[in-house]
Protein backbone atom coordinates (compact mmCIF):
# COMPACT_ATOMS: atom_id res chain seq x y z
CA UNK A 1 0.00 0.00 0.00
CA UNK A 2 1.59 3.13 -1.20
CA UNK A 3 1.50 5.72 1.84
CA UNK A 4 2.85 9.09 3.09
CA UNK A 5 2.93 9.98 6.63
CA UNK A 6 3.77 13.35 7.74
CA UNK A 7 5.01 14.47 10.97
CA UNK A 8 7.58 17.43 12.98
CA UNK A 9 4.77 20.25 12.88
CA UNK A 10 3.58 21.90 16.47
CA UNK A 11 3.06 25.41 18.08
CA UNK A 12 6.31 27.54 17.40
CA UNK A 13 7.26 31.25 18.19
CA UNK A 14 7.44 33.96 15.89
CA UNK A 15 11.56 33.35 14.34
CA UNK A 16 11.51 29.87 15.55
CA UNK A 17 12.00 26.48 13.22
CA UNK A 18 10.50 22.97 12.41
CA UNK A 19 11.71 20.22 10.40
CA UNK A 20 8.79 18.21 8.93
CA UNK A 21 9.27 14.59 7.91
CA UNK A 22 7.60 12.74 5.24
CA UNK A 23 7.82 9.26 5.42
CA UNK A 24 7.19 7.09 1.67
CA UNK A 25 5.54 3.63 2.41
CA UNK A 26 5.05 0.65 -0.66
CA UNK A 27 7.49 3.19 -3.25
CA UNK A 28 10.58 4.32 -3.41
CA UNK A 29 10.43 8.12 -3.12
CA UNK A 30 13.51 8.59 -5.09
CA UNK A 31 11.87 8.19 -8.51
CA UNK A 32 9.15 10.65 -7.61
CA UNK A 33 8.75 14.85 -7.86
CA UNK A 34 7.63 15.67 -3.69
CA UNK A 35 6.28 19.19 -3.53
CA UNK A 36 4.94 20.51 0.19
CA UNK A 37 1.65 22.48 -0.01
CA UNK A 38 0.17 24.51 3.08
CA UNK A 39 -3.35 25.29 3.60
CA UNK A 40 -3.41 28.48 5.89
CA UNK A 41 -7.45 28.95 7.77
CA UNK A 42 -9.84 29.86 5.12
CA UNK A 43 -7.65 29.63 1.79
CA UNK A 44 -6.81 27.25 -0.77
CA UNK A 45 -4.22 24.41 -1.15
CA UNK A 46 -0.62 26.09 -2.43
CA UNK A 47 2.38 24.82 -2.79
CA UNK A 48 5.36 26.18 -1.07
CA UNK A 49 8.45 24.39 -2.30
CA UNK A 50 8.72 21.19 -5.00
CA UNK A 51 12.01 19.29 -6.01
CA UNK A 52 11.80 17.22 -9.28
CA UNK A 53 13.56 13.53 -9.93
CA UNK A 54 16.33 15.24 -12.05
CA UNK A 55 18.41 17.47 -10.08
CA UNK A 56 17.37 20.87 -11.02
CA UNK A 57 17.03 23.17 -8.17
CA UNK A 58 14.05 23.12 -5.95
CA UNK A 59 11.50 25.21 -6.37
CA UNK A 60 10.20 27.76 -3.39
CA UNK A 61 7.18 29.88 -3.06
CA UNK A 62 8.47 33.31 -3.22
CA UNK A 63 7.25 34.03 0.93
CA UNK A 64 9.58 31.49 1.75
CA UNK A 65 12.60 31.61 -0.51
CA UNK A 66 15.58 31.77 1.88
CA UNK A 67 13.71 30.52 4.86
CA UNK A 68 12.82 27.05 3.74
CA UNK A 69 14.55 24.32 2.64
CA UNK A 70 13.30 20.72 0.64
CA UNK A 71 14.92 17.58 0.60
CA UNK A 72 15.00 14.18 0.18
CA UNK A 73 16.83 10.88 1.79
CA UNK A 74 16.66 8.37 -0.34
CA UNK A 75 18.20 5.98 2.36
CA UNK A 76 15.99 6.50 4.36
CA UNK A 77 12.46 7.56 1.77
CA UNK A 78 12.09 10.57 3.81
CA UNK A 79 11.76 14.09 2.06
CA UNK A 80 11.91 16.90 4.68
CA UNK A 81 10.83 20.39 5.14
CA UNK A 82 13.26 22.63 6.80
CA UNK A 83 11.84 26.05 7.84
CA UNK A 84 13.28 28.82 9.41
CA UNK A 85 12.83 32.29 10.90
CA UNK A 86 8.59 31.46 10.75
CA UNK A 87 6.22 34.34 10.74
CA UNK A 88 2.67 34.24 12.02
CA UNK A 89 1.68 33.92 8.06
CA UNK A 90 3.10 30.16 7.83
CA UNK A 91 0.47 29.04 10.01
CA UNK A 92 -1.41 26.27 8.46
CA UNK A 93 -1.42 22.48 7.64
CA UNK A 94 1.23 21.48 5.58
CA UNK A 95 0.87 17.72 3.39
CA UNK A 96 3.76 16.41 1.69
CA UNK A 97 2.13 14.80 -1.66
CA UNK A 98 4.34 13.25 -5.11
CA UNK A 99 3.61 13.03 -8.39
CA UNK A 100 4.80 10.13 -11.20
CA UNK A 101 6.82 13.23 -13.48
CA UNK A 102 9.94 14.68 -14.01
CA UNK A 103 9.05 17.92 -12.56
CA UNK A 104 6.79 20.25 -10.40
CA UNK A 105 3.79 21.67 -10.94
CA UNK A 106 1.62 24.42 -9.05
CA UNK A 107 -1.28 22.62 -9.10
CA UNK A 108 -2.36 20.34 -6.91
CA UNK A 109 -4.70 18.06 -8.59
CA UNK A 110 -1.58 17.11 -10.80
CA UNK A 111 0.00 15.26 -7.84
CA UNK A 112 -0.88 11.48 -7.10
CA UNK A 113 -0.71 10.62 -3.69
CA UNK A 114 -0.55 12.69 -0.44
CA UNK A 115 -0.22 12.59 3.33
CA UNK A 116 -2.28 13.37 5.57
CA UNK A 117 -0.97 16.74 6.84
CA UNK A 118 0.70 18.12 9.78
CA UNK A 119 -0.62 21.26 11.41
CA UNK A 120 2.26 24.40 11.88
CA UNK A 121 1.17 27.22 14.04
CA UNK A 122 3.78 29.98 14.26
CA UNK A 123 2.24 32.30 17.14
CA UNK A 124 3.87 34.00 20.65
Known amino acids: QLQLVESGGGLVQPGGSLRLSCVASGFALTFYTIAWFRQAPGKEREVISCINTIGDSPNYQDSVKGRFTISRDSAKNTAYLQMDSLKPDDTGVYYC?????????????????WGQGTQVTVSS
Open 97 to 113: AVRVDHYCSDYAWQYDY
